[in-house]
């Protein structure tokens, strides 16, 4: 009787946590585009374009990062929950647009 060879595999790693997932897009976004001021940029870039795809899952960090790091999620809020709660007058105040935002999250039962 004929043996089979065992082939060795390289072990899989664990998928990524949507945590870990969005922590590490998140800083190859801020790396790449935390010098830039236009959010044409910034809101264009393949990491945050990857946020956007991740859905509601990611909305709860959004939150928390946008809370703690006053990153500009604005985008990524609207688009993802079809919402703006900031309000015309308060448009590129980053600290409104936030509070809207935060706001907003807690009012939707949000938790982060």
Do not use: C
Not at 31 to 42: E, F, G, L, M
């Amino acid at each position: 009787m004929a043996s089979v060879p065992i082939r060795q595999t390289a072990a899989v790693p664990p998928a990524e946590s949507v945590k870990e997932k969005f922590e590490r897009l998140a800083a190859a976004w801020h790396k790449a585009v935390a010098h830039h001021s236009s959010s044409r940029i910034r809101d264009n870039h393949p990491a945050y374009q990857e946020i956007i795809g991740m859905g509601q899952t990611v909305v709860p960090l959004l939150l928390r990062d946008l809370e703690i790091n006053r990153r500009h999620w604005f985008t990524a809020l609207a688009v993802i929950m079809g919402a703006d709660p900031i309000a015309d007058e308060d448009a590129g105040n980053i600290p409104r647009m936030a509070e809207a935002w935060l706001r907003w999250g807690r009012e939707n039962g949000y938790r982060w």
